[in-house]
């Protein structure tokens, strides 16, 4: 490695000369690239140290990159691409025509209709969209086809250039079992377990009997915590077991299982690997990926904070084994379980870029998509082990439409504002922006907020900020949920296990529906009593007493709302609050509020109203001059869909008496299955619903006529 060249790959902003002169952010970690090459993220040069590269055969250039995915990590690949010379190729689904990923590619191609399996997942398209623009390589991004060995398989085919391992190593490593088989071959620690080819539900059961409880029932095939369950007795393993066998089979096709012995409360940490075809493999630090919500990652961080530099240096030669034992090609992930006692055992392997990145990249300063197509090309590795430094600590959140309080739904909508904060050390890769739908066709994610400090309390309080100061109007978020996490003070504390959300965040306030309180209900009173009049001067007229009637989405509130010049009077019961307006326009109120000037940012969409101010944000309809419309409560009969999704399972038939909290289907949404239950008891009138059906939110699934349920008769 020494006497060769390497692609050198800098992120500027990493650089601490450089973070400490920039005070503006870094918006997706782009900067305009009218403002000339050295604004970048990337700048490239061939360091001192490294001599020209003699071995031109061993490598390609590539010249055309077609990135074969949307959202936000289609816009991330294809800037760096663009960076480095490449022109790209976007490709999207009919309900993708405006995303924004194809906007920023030099070709766009549409490959079909907005489901996944006719577009993204339609590898012939994708190929052919390849040869129609004369792309020479693509990047699968993550998720999709990323790590689909058949995929791989038919790009080298065609003759074209997948940026991502060989066919053999996704295979491999797609495989639960056999990876694990593989790993304890390799030396690498595994969880101990059962790994039967293809394991019969009756051969599962024995097994479970001599690993002992808890215990953990894998999908062989999965990943992201679909086909995983956790089970603490005998009695639920067997209902277990053809639950994570649907979700399995569901997710991918496949419903082979695995057990392993349940580690508790452990720290989910993963390493970084990145190999060449020329046998080199290095690790990149870890990443804390311990905070999570029903096996999916909430909060990403980098270093560890409860990695050793020992224990480190131990898990990454452990990960570069696990990468050399499957003949490993480019970036990979290696995750592993760590115990109280700091045991690690292996998990699994990702063969592609993971969402969180972004971490390892801030802490590193290196871009790992330009190392992707550094070894796609051929070429070394651009460092070797004793190069790659750990410059401070970087902590990522994913923001996604979904509604904490109603069981974390995903939300559909318009997106009227979308606003990231400015500040030093931050970074955003999003794939949307204002005036967007958030669309029922694909996850929900809306951005990944990433901040960057020299420690981790300066990284900290720079994401508290960062997501207390991004404006997000027209859908509900997680915004406030992430921002308690990071406050949290288990998790300043560094002791954030998988356990910690289920333990410290089960009664958060952050998951109970909000409240807008006198003070939010003046400030929402104040936008709508003046609205854009504001703009000119305030009136000197007496004052004026004002009925006003708001919907907060939990309830209907009356208030009196009292103006004179410049002065707010908002009475709701008992309570009152007062203010003084300085100004109101373009989307920002300045108030005076016992003695203190602040600020609240609204957005008006009609009768609706979006506010956002102290860190927390909150919406209203006027119905002031509406008339009151009735509407169906809780004990209705009326069973709707809880969220879009796909019904995979109708449990019920007219004429069958159900009684409240019996399940009557499964709505598969978010990768997760979802049990739609009757809201009191009754018999069934109408089933208007089906296996295999698509529906929307709020969507009638089955009536209930309400009533007694008669007795049923009890299970021979």
Same mark, same amino acid.
């Given at each position: 490695m020494?006497?060769?060249?390497?692609?050198?790959?800098?992120?500027?902003f990493?650089?601490?000369?450089?973070?400490r002169?920039?005070?503006?952010?870094?918006y997706?970690?782009?900067?305009?690239?009218?403002?000339?090459?050295?604004?970048?993220?990337l700048?490239?040069?061939?360091?001192?140290?490294?001599?020209?590269h003699?071995?031109?055969?061993t490598?390609t250039?590539?010249?055309?990159l077609?990135?074969?995915n949307r959202?936000?990590i289609a816009?991330?690949?294809?800037?760096?691409?663009?960076?480095?010379?490449y022109?790209?190729?976007?490709?999207?689904?009919?309900?993708?025509?405006?995303a924004?990923?194809?906007?920023?590619?030099?070709?766009?191609?549409?490959?079909?209709?907005?489901?996944?399996?006719?577009?993204?997942?339609?590898?012939?398209a994708?190929?052919?969209a390849a040869?129609k623009?004369?792309?020479?390589?693509?990047?699968?991004?993550?998720?999709?086809?990323?790590?689909n060995?058949?995929f791989s398989?038919?790009c080298?085919?065609?003759?074209?250039?997948?940026v991502g391992?060989?066919?053999?190593?996704?295979?491999?490593?797609?495989?639960?079992?056999?990876?694990?088989?593989?790993?304890?071959?390799?030396?690498?620690?595994v969880v101990?377990?059962?790994?039967?080819?293809?394991?019969?539900?009756?051969?599962?059961?024995?097994?479970?009997?001599?690993?002992?409880?808890?215990?953990?029932?894998?999908?062989?095939?999965?990943?992201?915590?679909?086909?995983m369950?956790?089970?603490?007795?005998?009695?639920?393993?067997a209902?277990n077991?053809?639950?994570a066998?649907?979700?399995s089979?569901?997710?991918?096709?496949?419903?082979e299982l695995?057990?392993?012995?349940?580690?508790?409360?452990p720290?989910?940490?993963?390493?970084q690997?990145?190999a060449?075809?020329?046998?080199?493999a290095?690790y990149?630090?870890?990443r804390?990926?311990?905070?999570q919500?029903?096996h999916?990652?909430?909060?990403?961080?980098?270093?560890?904070?409860?990695?050793?530099?020992e224990?480190?240096?131990?898990m990454?030669e452990?990960?570069?084994?696990a990468?050399?034992?499957?003949?490993?090609?480019?970036?990979g992930t290696v995750?592993?379980?760590v115990?109280?006692?700091?045991?690690?055992?292996?998990?699994?392997?990702?063969?592609?870029?993971?969402?969180?990145?972004?971490?390892t990249?801030?802490?590193?300063?290196q871009?790992l998509?330009?190392w992707?197509?550094t070894?796609?090309?051929?070429?070394?590795?651009?460092?070797?082990?004793?190069e790659i430094?750990?410059n401070g600590h970087?902590?990522?959140?994913?923001?996604?439409a979904e509604d904490?309080?109603n069981?974390?739904?995903?939300?559909?909508?318009?997106?009227?504002?979308f606003?990231?904060?400015?500040?030093?050390?931050?970074?955003?890769?999003?794939?949307?922006r204002?005036?967007?739908e958030?669309?029922?066709?694909?996850?929900p994610m809306?951005?990944?907020?990433i901040?960057?400090g020299?420690?981790?309390n300066?990284?900290?309080?720079?994401?508290i900020r960062?997501?207390?100061?991004t404006f997000v109007?027209?859908v509900?978020?997680n915004r406030?949920?992430?921002s308690r996490?990071i406050?949290d003070s288990?998790?300043g504390?560094?002791?954030a296990?998988?356990?910690?959300?289920?333990?410290?965040?089960?009664?958060?306030?952050?998951?109970?529906?909000?409240k807008?309180?006198?003070r939010?209900?003046?400030?929402a009173?104040?936008?709508?009593?003046?609205?854009?009049?504001?703009?000119?001067a305030?009136s000197?007229?007496?004052?004026?007493?004002t009925?006003?009637?708001l919907?907060?989405g939990?309830?209907?509130?009356?208030?009196?709302?009292q103006?004179s010049?410049n002065?707010?009077s908002? !009475?709701? @019961? $008992?309570e009152?609050?007062?203010?003084?307006?300085?100004s *109101?326009?373009?989307g &920002?109120?300045?108030?005076? #509020?016992?003695?203190?000037?602040?600020?609240?940012?609204?957005?008006r969409s009609?009768?609706?109203?979006?506010?956002?101010a102290f860190?927390?944000?909150?919406?209203?309809?006027?119905l002031?001059h509406?008339?009151?419309?009735g509407?169906?409560?809780p004990g209705?009969?009326?069973i709707?869909?809880?969220?879009?999704g796909?019904i995979?399972?109708?449990?019920?038939e007219p004429?069958?008496?159900v !009684?409240? @909290? $019996?399940?009557l289907?499964?709505?598969e949404?978010?990768? *997760?299955?979802?049990? &739609?239950?009757?809201?009191? #008891?009754?018999?069934?009138?109408?089933?208007?619903?089906?296996?295999?059906?698509?529906?929307?939110?709020?969507?009638?699934l089955?009536?209930?006529?309400?009533?007694e349920?008669?007795?049923?008769?009890?299970?021979?």
């Amino acid at each position: 490695m020494a006497g060769v060249k390497r692609t050198w790959v800098r992120q500027a902003f990493m650089k601490r000369s450089f973070m400490r002169s920039r005070t503006t952010a870094i918006y997706d970690c782009w900067p305009d690239p009218a403002r000339g090459a050295r604004s970048g993220f990337l700048e490239t040069s061939v360091p001192p140290h490294s001599r020209p590269h003699t071995e031109q055969e061993t490598s390609t250039m590539l010249k055309k990159l077609l990135i074969a995915n949307r959202g936000e990590i289609a816009v991330r690949v294809i800037r760096t691409a663009k960076a480095l010379g490449y022109r790209t190729v976007a490709v999207y689904s009919e309900a993708d025509a405006n995303a924004m990923h194809t906007e920023l590619a030099d070709e766009a191609v549409c490959i079909g209709p907005a489901q996944v399996s006719a577009s993204y997942l339609n590898a012939d398209a994708i190929l052919d969209a390849a040869r129609k623009t004369g792309a020479d390589c693509i990047h699968p991004g993550y998720g999709f086809l990323s790590e689909n060995a058949g995929f791989s398989n038919a790009c080298k085919e065609a003759g074209i250039v997948f940026v991502g391992p060989p066919a053999g190593a996704i295979e491999l490593m797609g495989s639960k079992r056999r990876s694990k088989i593989a790993m304890q071959k390799a030396g690498v620690p595994v969880v101990p377990g059962y790994e039967g080819d293809n394991a019969s539900d009756n051969e599962l059961i024995a097994a479970a009997a001599d690993i002992g409880y808890p215990l953990m029932i894998k999908a062989s095939a999965g990943g992201g915590g679909r086909g995983m369950r956790l089970v603490n007795d005998e009695s639920e393993l067997a209902d277990n077991i053809k639950r994570a066998r649907s979700e399995s089979k569901q997710a991918f096709g496949d419903d082979e299982l695995i057990l392993e012995r349940a580690v508790i409360e452990p720290r989910h940490v993963e390493i970084q690997v990145f190999a060449d075809r020329h046998g080199n493999a290095v690790y990149l630090g870890e990443r804390d990926c311990s905070v999570q919500r029903r096996h999916q990652k909430v909060v990403e961080e980098a270093p560890s904070p409860f990695v050793t530099p020992e224990l480190r240096a131990v898990m990454g030669e452990a990960a570069v084994k696990a990468a050399l034992a499957c003949d490993y090609e480019g970036a990979g992930t290696v995750e592993f379980l760590v115990d109280k006692d700091r045991n690690f055992y292996f998990l699994e392997m990702n063969t592609r870029l993971q969402v969180e990145h972004p971490v390892t990249e801030l802490i590193t300063g290196q871009d790992l998509v330009a190392w992707q197509l550094t070894v796609a090309e051929g070429l070394p590795l651009p460092l070797v082990q004793d190069e790659i430094k750990l410059n401070g600590h970087a902590i990522e959140v994913r923001l996604y439409a979904e509604d904490p309080s109603n069981g974390f739904t995903p939300q559909t909508g318009p997106l009227h504002v979308f606003q990231p904060a400015e500040g030093e050390g931050l970074r955003y890769d999003t794939g949307v922006r204002s005036g967007d739908e958030v669309t029922p066709h694909y996850d929900p994610m809306l951005a990944k907020v990433i901040a960057w400090g020299e420690n981790r309390n300066q990284a900290r309080r720079r994401l508290i900020r960062a997501l207390e100061d991004t404006f997000v109007f027209g859908v509900t978020t997680n915004r406030h949920f992430l921002s308690r996490i990071i406050t949290d003070s288990t998790f300043g504390a560094g002791e954030a296990t998988t356990a910690f959300l289920q333990q410290a965040f089960s009664e958060d306030q952050s998951l109970q529906p909000a409240k807008p309180r006198i003070r939010q209900l003046a400030l929402a009173a104040c936008v709508l009593a003046h609205g854009n009049a504001s703009k000119q001067a305030w009136s000197n007229a007496p004052a004026t007493n004002t009925p006003m009637k708001l919907d907060t989405g939990d309830e209907t509130v009356e208030l009196l709302v009292q103006s004179s010049g410049n002065k707010l009077s908002c !009475r709701f @019961g $008992d309570e009152c609050h007062e203010m003084v307006v300085t100004s *109101m326009q373009n989307g &920002v109120l300045c108030t005076i #509020d016992k003695g203190i000037r602040q600020r609240c940012q609204y957005h008006r969409s009609g009768d609706s109203l979006y506010l956002q101010a102290f860190g927390e944000s909150w919406s209203v309809t006027d119905l002031t001059h509406q008339p009151a419309a009735g509407t169906n409560g809780p004990g209705s009969g009326r069973i709707q869909a809880s969220m879009d999704g796909a019904i995979i399972d109708v449990q019920v038939e007219p004429g069958q008496a159900v !009684r409240q @909290g $019996d399940t009557l289907v499964i709505l598969e949404a978010m990768k *997760m299955e979802h049990p &739609v239950k009757a809201d009191c #008891d009754g018999v069934v009138g109408e089933v208007l619903t089906n296996k295999g059906s698509q529906v929307k939110r709020s969507q009638l699934l089955v009536e209930i006529t309400i009533g007694e349920a008669p007795e049923q008769e009890s299970e021979k």
